[in-house]
């Protein structure tokens, strides 16, 4: 089997909707085969035409080119010929069937087995009997059982006729393997790829100009769609996903320009000036130096913020380099010429920790903050709104609650979206709505590599915070058992110093993850843990409840903190130096190395105690990774080669990408061919206007024309 990274990311293919038809109708006039039922059912996965089809990318290829090697039993299926000695109908009880064949092949005799379900309205095994009768001739596929002679029994999943033409899609090539959903099977899967491969009129007007295709020694979109689906070596295939894979970039990567040109494009009817009436008492109450680094960013962005045009910027830097400090700088900067700034975060615990930092940075200035989450009651909600509408907040922290549509700036020219990992495209513009031009920073403390960096934020210039302070502790990182773990926090609150001990919610069990973290933080409490003073806190608290827990945390009226990782960002307790992360190998290692940094706050040494037993092998690098290293670039640029980037962007970016069969780590060397081949069309044909350029240029309306707050070619 051929390795399909990510390749079947679903999104809907270019010009292919807005039709009257129901699915079912247009789907039985489109396809053989497919009546109402199947309409609906490949309506549901995206299929509603033979252009769905094409575009509906094979997740996987197995080589089925020659038979199988029956002298061992493989993992996965087994395809081989045979000649049919004997076969018989099995009643196992009233509702089960079972058909036994003997088949000879080379010097071997195995057994097949089909199970079906009897009806008395027809005859499951009607088909069967018709074909696999003495003397047949078969190709067989499915899956095998056998010892260490080899292959003794076979579960057939499809088996052909020699004689019938129809097996050349299914046996002796190199067949597709497609995502299902139920009542579709990969048998008919290939049918309607053959059907829409052969249809010419599915084809659409290939976007890529011949010159491009020519200069990049590229197929044609007709020779790509139909040997993605069809290939007849895997030295073609490889072409096809290539030339797939590039397309599906370029188009983004002229998408990300033509929105960067947009924002530029526009005029900013304000300006800022340093003033330094708040900056300057801010800097000289820091109580520490700024580092080259953060020097460097703050110059970037207040010379950004100066443009006639409204900024947006992406900030990288590891846990611990100081974002904050330098997005406060930006935020006083426009407080000081008189505007409205927000600051957005994707917690309600992250927000309570930047209004705690930005009172102690900002005592005795006077700047009105002021914080905005769902967790205000109506009353206090009503109040926080009005003295926002009435310009009475200068600088407002929130949650997607600063998102919703009664919430008014009158003043608000500046943003920060803090932990952008957790947003997404649309969360950035409707923020950017609340105001006509808006300053835009996004932070994100998950170091992002280069190649997605221009893939999920080519609109964004980008500022690197690539080095730590000289105080800035790092936390050592230990793959051991639990007994050594707990023991080193019992050892650590024995010296006054305070712990977590962190559980994993995965979204798909969480109910079951928090009864798991719930019944561990009672064993803990009761059993290892029994003298010293546990709290437990997750994310289905109430939010009074979670800040009251913290605040006690804070000021060390508990010892031990059990957390589900919604401590993962915002939690600043200096005098935490010992983490335990139970089950670490559920977690990515972007959130692993985000735990790890809720420790070494100040300046006590600090340890990390992961807790696993790992299954797999990218779970063991995951593991083995941190365990070396505390560079979140590092990080980062493994995180993406092990899990692919829509894991590594976490669920809030997941489906913004419309990418489909390119794999931004595999095709990294693409990306910057797309984007150079792009800024240099637009060099010529600015707004793709010539001919050539007239099927590119649909195709990007289609994909991107209504998204982010649309994206226009006039």
């Given at each position: 089997?051929?390795?399909?990274?990510?390749?079947?990311?679903?999104?809907?293919?270019?010009?292919?909707?807005?039709?009257?038809?129901?699915?079912?109708?247009?789907?039985?006039?489109?396809?053989?085969?497919?009546?109402?039922?199947?309409?609906?059912?490949?309506?549901l996965m995206g299929i509603l035409t033979p252009q769905d089809m094409l575009y509906n990318f094979p997740r996987d290829w197995s080589d089925r080119s020659s038979g199988s090697d029956l002298s061992k039993v493989p993992e996965g299926p087994v395809v081989f010929q045979g000649r049919i000695l004997s076969g018989r109908l099995i009643r196992a009880n009233p509702r089960l069937g079972i058909f036994k064949a003997r088949v000879a092949t080379g010097d071997r005799k195995i057994d097949l087995v089909w199970f079906k379900h009897l009806s008395f309205r027809y005859d499951a095994f009607a088909a069967i009997k018709k074909d696999v009768t003495t003397g047949a001739d078969l190709w067989i596929v499915g899956k095998a059982e056998g010892d260490l002679l080899g292959v003794r029994e076979v579960r057939?999943?499809?088996?052909?006729?020699?004689?019938?033409?129809?097996?050349?899609?299914?046996?002796?090539?190199?067949?597709?393997?497609?995502?299902?959903?139920?009542?579709?099977?990969?048998?008919?899967?290939?049918?309607?790829?053959?059907?829409?491969?052969?249809?010419?009129?599915?084809?659409?007007?290939?976007?890529?100009?011949?010159?491009?295709?020519?200069?990049?020694?590229?197929?044609?979109?007709?020779?790509?769609?139909?040997?993605?689906?069809?290939?007849?070596?895997?030295?073609?295939?490889?072409?096809?996903?290539?030339?797939?894979?590039?397309?599906?970039?370029?188009?983004?990567?002229?998408?990300?320009?033509?929105?960067?040109?947009?924002?530029?494009?526009?005029?900013?009817?304000?300006?800022?000036?340093?003033?330094?009436?708040?900056?300057?008492?801010?800097?000289?109450?820091?109580?520490?130096?700024?580092?080259?680094?953060?020097?460097?960013?703050?110059?970037?962005?207040?010379?950004?913020?100066?443009?006639?045009?409204?900024?947006?910027?992406?900030?990288?830097?590891?846990?611990?380099?100081?974002?904050?400090?330098?997005?406060?700088?930006?935020?006083?900067?426009?407080?000081?010429?008189?505007?409205?700034?927000?600051?957005?975060?994707?917690?309600?615990?992250?927000?309570?920790?930047?209004?705690?930092?930005?009172?102690?940075?900002?005592?005795?200035?006077?700047?009105?903050?002021?914080?905005?989450?769902?967790?205000?009651?109506?009353?206090?909600?009503?109040?926080?709104?009005?003295?926002?509408?009435?310009?009475?907040?200068?600088?407002?922290?929130?949650?997607?609650?600063?998102?919703?549509?009664?919430?008014?700036?009158?003043?608000?020219?500046?943003?920060?979206?803090?932990?952008?990992?957790?947003?997404?495209?649309?969360?950035?513009?409707?923020?950017?709505?609340?105001?006509?031009?808006?300053?835009?920073?996004?932070?994100?403390?998950?170091?992002?590599?280069?190649?997605?960096?221009?893939?999920?934020?080519?609109?964004?210039?980008?500022?690197?915070?690539?080095?730590?302070?000289?105080?800035?502790?790092?936390?050592?990182?230990?793959?051991?058992?639990?007994?050594?773990?707990?023991?080193?926090?019992?050892?650590?609150?024995?010296?006054?110093?305070?712990?977590?001990?962190?559980?994993?919610?995965?979204?798909?069990?969480?109910?079951?993850?928090?009864?798991?973290?719930?019944?561990?933080?009672?064993?803990?409490?009761?059993?290892?843990?029994?003298?010293?003073?546990?709290?437990?806190?997750?994310?289905?608290?109430?939010?009074?409840?979670?800040?009251?827990?913290?605040?006690?945390?804070?000021?060390?009226?508990?010892?031990?903190?059990?957390?589900?990782?919604?401590?993962?960002?915002?939690?600043?307790?200096?005098?935490?130096?010992?983490?335990?992360?139970?089950?670490?190998?559920?977690?990515?290692?972007?959130?692993?190395?985000?735990?790890?940094?809720?420790?070494?706050?100040?300046?006590?040494?600090?340890?990390?105690?992961?807790?696993?037993?790992?299954?797999?092998?990218?779970?063991?690098?995951?593991?083995?990774?941190?365990?070396?290293?505390?560079?979140?670039?590092?990080?980062?640029?493994?995180?993406?080669?092990?899990?692919?980037?829509?894991?590594?962007?976490?669920?809030?970016?997941?489906?913004?990408?419309?990418?489909?069969?390119?794999?931004?780590?595999?095709?990294?060397?693409?990306?910057?061919?797309?984007?150079?081949?792009?800024?240099?069309?637009?060099?010529?044909?600015?707004?793709?206007?010539?001919?050539?350029?007239?099927?590119?240029?649909?195709?990007?309306?289609?994909?991107?024309?209504?998204?982010?707050?649309?994206?226009?070619?006039?």
């Open positions: 089997m051929v390795p399909a990274g990510d390749y079947t990311k679903s999104t809907p293919p270019p010009q292919s909707r807005g039709r009257g038809d129901l699915p079912e109708t247009a789907l039985s006039r489109a396809f053989r085969g497919v009546g109402p039922k199947r309409g609906r059912q490949l309506a057939v999943d499809e088996y052909y006729l020699l004689s019938d033409p129809r097996k050349a899609l299914h046996v002796g090539r190199i067949v597709p393997v497609y995502g299902l959903t139920e009542g579709i099977t990969q048998h008919l899967m290939r049918e309607l790829a053959h059907q829409a491969v052969s249809a010419a009129a599915a084809v659409p007007a290939d976007p890529l100009p011949p010159a491009l295709l020519h200069k990049r020694g590229l197929l044609s979109l007709k020779q790509a769609l139909s040997a993605v689906h069809f290939p007849r070596s895997f030295a073609e295939l490889e072409a096809a996903r290539t030339r797939l894979a590039y397309e599906e970039l370029l188009l983004l990567e002229f998408a990300w320009i033509f929105k960067r040109r947009q924002t530029r494009g526009l005029a900013k009817n304000f300006s800022y000036e340093i003033k330094r009436h708040l900056l300057t008492p801010f800097r000289e109450g820091l109580g520490f130096e700024l580092t080259r680094a953060q020097k460097r960013v703050i110059n970037e962005l207040f010379e950004d913020l100066r443009q006639p045009f409204p900024m947006t910027r992406l900030l990288q830097g590891d846990v611990g380099s100081g974002k904050t400090v330098v997005a406060l700088s930006a935020l006083l900067l426009a407080v000081e010429n008189g505007y409205q700034a927000a600051f957005m975060v994707p917690t309600e615990i992250l927000a309570d920790q930047h209004m705690t930092t930005l009172s102690q940075f900002l005592k005795g200035l006077p700047v009105r903050c002021a914080m905005l989450t769902s967790r205000l009651s109506k009353g206090d909600r009503d109040k926080t709104v009005e003295k926002i509408r009435a310009g009475e907040v200068d600088i407002i922290v929130g949650t997607h609650a600063l998102l919703e549509s009664d919430v008014q700036f009158p003043k608000l020219k500046f943003a920060v979206i803090d932990e952008q990992h957790r947003f997404g495209v649309r969360q950035r513009t409707t923020l950017r709505q609340k105001s006509a031009l808006l300053d835009l920073l996004v932070m994100t403390a998950t170091p992002i590599p280069r190649t997605l960096a221009l893939a999920l934020y080519g609109d964004l210039d980008v500022s690197t915070l690539d080095e730590m302070p000289p105080d800035k502790t790092t936390a050592q990182t230990f793959h051991a058992p639990e007994e050594e773990s707990l023991a080193a926090v019992k050892a650590e609150a024995a010296k006054g110093h305070q712990a977590y001990v962190v559980y994993p919610i995965i979204e798909e069990s969480a109910n079951l993850d928090l009864q798991s973290a719930k019944a561990e933080y009672e064993r803990l409490r009761t059993g290892p843990l029994k003298d010293l003073r546990v709290a437990l806190i997750h994310g289905a608290m109430p939010g009074r409840t979670k800040a009251k827990i913290m605040a006690e945390f804070g000021k060390r009226e508990w010892d031990v903190l059990v957390a589900t990782p919604v401590i993962e960002v915002g939690i600043d307790v200096p005098n935490a130096t010992v983490m335990v992360v139970q089950n670490a190998d559920r977690f990515g290692m972007a959130s692993l190395h985000q735990l790890r940094g809720r420790i070494g706050r100040g300046r006590l040494p600090s340890v990390c105690y992961l807790v696993a037993d790992p299954k797999t092998e990218d779970a063991r690098r995951r593991l083995e990774t941190l365990v070396a290293t505390c560079d979140g670039f590092r990080i980062g640029e493994e995180d993406l080669k092990i899990r692919g980037p829509g894991e590594f962007m976490g669920t809030a970016q997941h489906g913004e990408l419309t990418l489909k069969i390119a794999d931004l780590h595999r095709h990294a060397e693409l990306l910057a061919q797309a984007r150079s081949d792009a800024e240099e069309m637009l060099k010529t044909d600015p707004r793709l206007l010539a001919t050539e350029n007239g099927p590119l240029r649909d195709r990007i309306l289609s994909l991107y024309g209504d998204t982010w707050n649309r994206i226009d070619l006039a």
